[in-house]
């Protein structure tokens, strides 16, 4: 089964993704570090040469390439959900969780955090937290077709592995 992270920027897939396939004992994929490999470009790097829609397609590709592994946890870029037929396909494919935080917590997270997405402005807190929130207006409606919905604040992967197990003998 292939576990699918999804949710916005900021939310924690990749931290809980990694400690969840520790746990699982299975592989971890990230799917930024993904088409950064492939491309031997970082994603400001793709945004900038491609721009956003050259960038989706190098993504979806990406995602599509790892249909060939069976026992994963992949982490999805906060987008990947939202373009093409991502979601469909994951849906398909396996089993996708959307990891649920609060627009403001987002927010400041990814106001402190180092990397620095090229879709979000960083003026100040309040231009960023009213951009999160209009950002998750159009995106939640496709993280909310995930196949299990968890609150992510103090979320450990004991848990979210618990409720991927519940949710997949339901
Ligand atoms: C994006 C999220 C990023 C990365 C890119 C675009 C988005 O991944 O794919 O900057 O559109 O939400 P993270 O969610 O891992 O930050």
Do not use: W
Not at 43 to 59: C, K, L, M, N, Y
Not at 125 to 142: A, D, G, W
């Amino acid at each position: 089964m292939i576990i699918y992270l999804v949710g916005f920027m900021g939310c924690g897939k990749s931290t809980l993704g990694k400690k969840l396939a520790t746990l699982m004992k299975v592989p971890f994929y990230d799917l930024d570090s993904i088409v950064e490999h492939q491309t031997e470009m970082s994603v400001s790097e793709i945004f900038s040469t491609f721009g956003e829609s050259g960038f989706r397609d190098i993504e979806s590709a990406c995602l599509k390439n790892l249909s060939t592994e069976t026992n994963v946890v992949i982490s999805c870029g906060g987008g990947t959900p939202c373009y093409g037929d991502n979601m469909d396909y994951m849906n398909n494919n396996g089993m996708t969780v959307y990891i649920k935080i609060p627009d403001d917590i987002i927010a400041s997270r990814l106001f402190h955090s180092e990397n620095k997405r090229p879709l979000l402005p960083y003026q100040s807190r309040e231009i960023l937290k009213e951009h999160v929130s209009k950002m998750m207006l159009t995106r939640e409606v496709f993280y909310n077709r995930a196949r299990l919905i968890v609150e992510g604040i103090n979320l450990n992967p004991n848990d979210l592995l618990q409720f991927i197990n519940m949710r997949i003998s339901r």
